[in-house]
């Protein structure tokens, strides 16, 4: 069965930091990705997206995301994190060639300091 | 643009009761999909409906159904309701069978 792993579930940051969050895979074929914010109180946005070309693709607020398909990663990627970024992030595999059925981590709960 | 809706946001019910949740999708879109959000986890996949079609069922027991309607809204269907069944329970539209998904605010259940 296919599975996402996120590896940081809680994270903790000053501002200005940088932030890597991982995910993981386990699927063989051709896949879709995604990751998801979700702010406090708010519901799922989309940040950002990977379906083919460029393996480094630039969501919104400055974040940015690197598929690695040998090792079946995506991680997601901010140069400078502000406190608005406080939130959770969720990352998404869809297989390309069947429906739409969304596999979702578990989430990454980031905190920022101000 | 108006966005997914859901209602209600919240409900309660206790254990054994049947319940029906609501979606609307974005304008134009045709594809309806639902979630199960435990806290604490991520969404897991219950249902996709494609033009009236269902294109997928996640691992979830024959208590969970669902249906999309001819203006592409949606319902899912819980019967007889168990404690493990609180959660929050996402809808999502997409324009076509395989894209990017929009989720709506959820529906908060919650069995006593």
């Known amino acids: 069965a296919q599975s996402v792993s996120q590896h940081n579930h809680h994270v903790i940051l000053s501002e200005a930091a940088s932030l890597e969050l991982g995910c993981n895979y386990s699927?063989?074929?051709?896949?879709?990705l995604f990751w998801y914010v979700q702010y406090p109180g708010q519901h799922l946005q989309l940040l950002l997206k990977?379906?083919?070309?460029?393996?480094l693709v630039k969501g919104i607020k400055g974040f940015e995301a690197e598929f690695i398909k040998s090792k079946f990663s995506f991680n997601l990627r901010k140069p400078s994190v502000q406190w608005s970024d406080t939130a959770e992030y969720f990352c998404?595999?869809?297989?390309?060639?069947?429906?739409?059925?969304?596999?979702f981590g578990t989430g990454t709960s980031l905190t920022v300091i101000p | 643009d108006a966005g997914v809706t859901q209602s209600p946001t919240h409900l309660i019910k206790t254990r054994g009761q049947q319940v029906t949740l609501r979606c609307s999708p974005i304008?134009?879109?045709?594809?309806v999909s639902w979630y199960q959000q435990v806290l604490g986890q991520g969404p897991q996949f219950i249902f996709q409906?494609?033009?009236?079609?269902?294109?997928g069922r996640g691992n979830f027991p024959d208590r969970f159904s669902a249906r999309q309607f001819p203006n592409y809204s949606s319902e899912l269907n819980v019967n007889a309701l168990l404690l493990g069944d609180s959660a929050l329970y996402l809808c999502?539209?997409?324009?076509?069978?395989?894209?990017?998904?929009?989720f709506g605010p959820g529906t908060r259940l919650t069995v006593l």
């Open positions: 409906y494609y033009e009236k079609e269902e294109r």
């Open positions: 998404a595999v869809t297989p390309s060639n069947t429906g739409n059925q969304f596999y």
């Open positions: 304008s134009g879109h045709k594809s």
């Open positions: 990977y379906f083919s070309g460029d393996p």
């Open positions: 999502a539209s997409s324009p076509g069978d395989r894209d990017t998904q929009y």
């Open positions: 699927y063989g074929g051709t896949v879709n």
